[in-house]
């Protein structure tokens, strides 16, 4: 059977893409020393995904030349030439409506998926381990199997108790040798011959540490078969606060507290939840309560200076500046001050001058804001910021102060899942004086939509619409792009990114504002941190750019380049020093280029001080 | 008890006992032929079994109460034909019937009009290897390339079997074990209660219901099989209709399951949507936009996409040096798809619109 329309629709782009992706899946699978099917397979797919392309392309070309060719002859009966129209629509179209397809079975997914009991507490495993060695064996045995066995495990009906026992020393031995994919096939084929193995359940779990969603699940069963035994509640406690479900994790740390009262890997794991969850204030309470009695606990201590500097109101100087093609300059001074921090809530103020300069004109520009920084649970962060920017008298234009802030809410499920990311903010341009004499400001909504589609595979759609006002008119700039990003380890992260922004006209307020701006790139993101917190984190991206000036088709394709680098190096406790360089050679896609050909570089190093 | 089913114990408990007298000296596999007015057909199929590289432990032909001399002309053969007490109603209910007298660790189901390649067995165990496969199957092409239809249907298989569903096998997620020809590890199908006539797509239903249980499903484009492709447009409808029919119904009966299959969850989204949107778009959009807007341009929508059909198909046919055949097929393959659509549209509006869903098996050919 043959579902569907072969070809046509969305199937056809879908594997396209399907097919385009195989190479990027191979080389992770490769990389993480996975079981792939080889690279014949993905070239052979890979060479008939790219001679679609090729002839599709061959296609539409010689559909506009015969279209051209037939207004010249028939000039009356033809209808305009649609020239690169139709299969940039029809491109277009099956692209947004394949994005939309997806997603939907994404949020349908996730809609769809039962929640764990969120109250489940010592009684009820109880009762769920009466169950799980009766009635409901059912149930329980597809969700072993499903879930773990069916990926490592030998056939189960050639399983018995004999077999079990023999896998489970051989799994235990590979476990002690740190034989780890080896015990995990091992203990999976305990499991398929004796699903109620509990020591197979929980080593098993230990050895999915990196898999939290199959993790969980093994250490919720092994709860469930084992409803006395702390540990089980410890493991699955960590595991869920790891993945930012901090009030289950608690829970679960309660529970095992209950059966093991000063056990300290409950309470230091708990204390450890509370201050992922930004409870410091609770966290250095539990973490003093220990010491009290433990005086000696030097992990603790520093755990519990650690949550003191996060709590600790903090001062951060800042000094930064920019330099661009056209022989702007900016440089900035300024810092934030944030309040002491007990709960998810922290609130601050933030206040730069910046003075602004082409060598001939200079303008200053003060900036006062308040922000507030909450974390209402682990998936979700918000962040907010109200204030004003005043703009110094420069030309004819008198001193104005433009009211400015932000609103930003990003929600990430916290098994690994979807991720969405929306901003809303209004600020002025002072990339130069004559934007900032001029008064552009940007008024900006935006989102970010994060679908994972394969293991590490995960597509993003950014769309985003500023309205540009300045005292000579007021401009729309909108902005679509496409993101591919693969996770070839937890720290490293390739993409391939289609970005289209186009401006509803011209300007004369000192942008650049074409008509169309394609950019193609390849990125790559890097962030490394070592067991002293020094972070390193790389964002680079490289690929082509074209642009269509207002009215105009759509010039040659040129490179385009960007580079964000950030190194934050820990001086001292509650002392970090953090160095952001910014880098661009593709200026129109922001609004202060000024031409298709503009460069720009900007740095800010900043130190954050707890106090006291 | 039919004398079929008497003879086929006896041979069994023989077995038991006395191996070297095993029906047929093969590999662990036994081979379920579902046959109902098969008397033509079925021939091809059981020699094409007997002449496999590896031959099968058994070969049951369930002759499901034809009128034809079906179980005669297979038992000539010497294969085991087992006949139910009355018509099962469908393939799932004769497969079921067939799989009772099962007794290796493997099972082919193969259609009654399908013949495999010589190597087509032996090409399939392989993927056996793997202890978390439950299923596997093979390339399917049609055995006749004469009519319109056939022709279609050629292209179709030619484009789907090495482009489509060997990138769903990259994924680990072939769409469909196809029902003419597959392998399957026979305690697992037993767990499945076999066959379920639940949909008229018993194929689909079964390898969706093995991906939600936690098997893994494989496609082996180098197992070959050949099926009857029906040659005239009222086969054709008939086995359009049916097959639209079952994917809805599956559909229907699967989604909330399948949404926890990544990558099918997608492959059959996306097959719905353009079974349903893109049918629209095709059939009705198309013609009135241009009509609506006079851009007769707006109808080169029916064949923009010809690149992406031709690509694979001249790959897939380059391999098996059918160049000519398949260049000249090509056009069917558009006219097909025309009809597709509109059986898909009906089956969507039958199923799930007017909430009338097809019951009754009907045979394609």
Same mark, same amino acid.
């Given at each position: 059977m043959a579902a569907g329309l072969p070809g046509t629709g969305i199937g056809g782009m879908f594997y396209l893409i399907s097919a385009l992706a195989t190479p990027l899946r191979e080389g992770y699978l490769r990389l993480r020393g996975r079981k792939s099917r080889g690279w014949r397979l993905v070239v052979a797919l890979t060479a008939i995904a790219g001679s679609i392309l090729a002839g599709l392309w061959a296609t539409s070309w010689l559909l506009g030349l015969a279209l051209s060719a037939s207004r010249r002859l028939l000039p009356a009966a033809t209808t305009p030439h649609p020239g690169n129209l139709l299969p940039a629509v029809a491109l277009l179209i099956s692209v947004g409506t394949l994005a939309g397809v997806l997603l939907g079975v994404e949020v349908l997914r996730l809609w769809v998926r039962r929640r764990p009991h969120p109250e489940a507490t010592i009684d009820e495993y109880k009762s769920r381990r009466a169950v799980a060695a009766g009635e409901r064996r059912s149930r329980i045995l597809p969700f072993v199997l499903g879930a773990v066995v069916a990926a490592y495990a030998r056939p189960a009906a050639a399983q018995g108790a004999t077999h079990a026992t023999s896998?489970?020393?051989?799994?235990?031995?590979?476990?002690?040798?740190?034989?780890?994919?080896?015990?995990?096939? /091992?203990?999976?084929?305990?499991?398929? %011959?004796?699903?109620?193995?509990?020591?197979?359940?929980?080593?098993?779990?230990q050895?999915?540490?990196?898999?939290?969603?199959?993790?969980?699940?093994?250490?919720?069963?092994?709860?469930?078969? /084992?409803?006395?035994?702390?540990?089980?509640?410890?493991?699955? %406690? /960590?595991?869920?606060?790891?993945?930012?479900?901090?009030?289950?994790?608690l829970r679960y740390y309660d529970d095992a507290l209950r059966l093991a009262p000063g056990e300290r890997d409950a309470v230091?794991?708990?204390?450890?939840?509370?201050?992922?969850?930004?409870?410091?204030?609770?966290?250095?309470?539990?973490?003093?309560?220990?010491?009290?009695?433990?005086?000696?606990?030097?992990?603790?201590?520093?755990?519990?200076?650690?949550?003191?500097?996060?709590?600790?109101?903090?001062?951060?100087?800042?000094?930064?500046?920019?330099h661009d093609s056209d022989g702007n300059t900016t440089l900035r001074l300024g810092g934030a001050a944030e309040l002491a921090a007990p709960g998810p809530v922290r609130v601050g103020v933030r206040a730069t001058r910046e003075q602004v300069g082409d060598g001939v004109t200079h303008v200053g520009l003060d900036e006062l804001a308040l922000r507030a920084a909450a974390r209402p649970s682990g998936a979700l962060q918000i962040e907010a910021e109200g204030g004003a920017t005043r703009v110094d008298a420069v030309g004819g234009a008198g001193v104005t102060i433009t009211p400015t802030g932000q609103l930003r809410a990003r929600w990430r499920d916290p098994m690994g899942g979807p991720a969405v990311d929306l901003r809303a903010r209004r600020n002025v341009i002072d990339a130069s004086p004559l934007l900032a004499t001029n008064? &552009?400001?940007?008024? /900006?909504?935006?989102?970010?939509?994060?679908?994972? &589609?394969?293991?590490?595979?995960?597509?993003?759609?950014?769309?985003?619409?500023?309205?540009?006002?300045s005292a000579f008119d007021v401009n729309h700039r909108t902005t679509f792009a496409g993101v591919a990003a693969l996770a070839v380890t937890p720290s490293v992260e390739v993409s391939g990114q289609v970005h289209e922004i186009r401006y509803s006209r011209p300007s004369s307020a000192g942008y650049f504002a074409p008509r169309l701006i394609q950019i193609a790139q390849v990125a790559s993101y890097i962030e490394l941190e070592t067991a002293r917190s020094f972070v390193l984190a790389f964002d680079l991206g490289a690929g082509v750019q074209r642009v269509a000036q207002q009215g105009a088709a759509l010039g040659p394709w040129r490179r385009a380049l960007r580079l964000y680098s950030l190194v934050a190096v820990p001086l001292a406790p509650g002392r970090e020093l953090r160095f952001e360089l910014d880098g661009d050679d593709s200026g129109v896609a922001t609004e202060s280029a000024t031409t298709a050909q503009w460069r720009y570089v900007s740095m800010q190093l900043s130190l954050r001080v707890a106090l006291p | 008890m039919s004398s079929s089913v008497a003879r086929l114990k006896h041979r069994w408990s023989r077995d038991r006992t006395a191996p070297v007298l095993r029906p047929v000296a093969g590999v662990d596999v036994t081979v379920i032929i579902p046959a109902y007015n098969e008397a033509a057909s079925v021939v091809d199929t059981i020699k094409s079994l007997q002449g496999q590289t590896m031959p099968p432990a058994a070969i049951i032909v369930v002759d499901d109460c034809s009128t034809d001399g079906t179980g005669d002309v297979a038992r000539v053969l010497g294969v085991v034909v087992v006949r139910p007490p009355t018509n099962t109603g469908s393939k799932a209910g004769a497969q079921n019937f067939g799989l009772r007298y099962v007794r290796t660790p493997l099972t082919v189901a193969v259609d009654a009009d399908t013949i495999l390649a010589r190597d087509a067995l032996e090409s399939l165990l392989p993927a056996f290897h793997d202890p978390g496969v439950a299923a596997a199957c093979g390339f399917v092409l049609p055995q006749r390339v004469r009519s319109v239809w056939e022709r279609g249907r050629y292209i179709e298989y030619l484009f789907a079997f090495t482009y489509y569903k060997r990138l769903q096998e990259y994924y680990g997620k072939p769409l469909i074990s196809s029902g003419c020809f597959s392998m399957y590890r026979t305690d697992i199908l037993r767990a499945h209660n076999g066959w379920s006539n639940r949909t008229l797509a018993e194929d689909v239903d079964l390898t969706w219901s093995l991906y939600q249980a936690g098997h893994a499903v494989r496609f082996v484009p180098e197992a070959v099989c050949y099926p009857i492709e029906p040659r005239t447009l009222t086969l054709m409808g008939t086995q359009l209709r049916r097959w639209s029919h079952g994917f809805v119904q599956n559909v229907r009966l699967h989604w909330r399951g399948l949404l926890a299959v990544p990558y099918l969850r997608s492959a059959v989204a996306v097959a719905f949507w353009d079974a349903t949107i893109a049918a629209t778009v095709y059939l009705v959009l198309l013609p009135v936009l241009a009509l609506l807007l006079a851009r007769p341009w707006i109808l080169i929508g029916y064949v923009i996409d010809a690149p992406a059909v031709i690509v694979p198909v001249l790959a897939g046919a380059a391999r098996r040096r059918e160049i000519r055949r398949a260049i000249a097929s090509i056009p069917a393959f558009f006219v097909l798809r025309t009809v597709n659509a509109v059986f898909f549209l009906r089956a969507v509006c039958a199923e799930l619109l007017l909430g009338r869903s097809l019951r009754v098996y009907e045979k394609g050919h």
């Open positions: 896998h489970l020393g051989r799994a235990d031995s590979a476990y002690t040798a740190g034989d780890a994919r080896a015990a995990a096939q /091992e203990y999976a084929a305990v499991l398929a %011959a004796d699903p109620w193995n509990s020591h197979a359940t929980y080593r098993l779990a050895l999915h540490r990196h898999d939290p969603r199959l993790a969980l699940r093994l250490f919720r069963r092994y709860v469930a078969l /084992e409803p006395s035994d702390p540990w089980g509640y410890m493991a699955a %406690a /960590e595991v869920l606060a790891r993945t930012g479900r901090y009030g289950e994790a230091v794991g708990r204390a450890r939840t509370l201050a992922r969850a930004r409870r410091t204030g609770a966290a250095i309470v539990v973490y003093e309560r220990w010491l009290a009695s433990h005086p000696t606990d030097a992990e603790v201590k520093r755990e519990l200076a650690a949550a003191q500097v996060a709590a600790a109101p903090a001062i951060t100087p800042l000094v930064g500046g920019s008064r &552009v400001v940007r008024t /900006e909504i935006g989102a970010i939509i994060e679908v994972p &589609v394969a293991s590490g595979l995960k597509l993003r759609g950014i769309g985003r619409t500023a309205a540009l006002s | -």
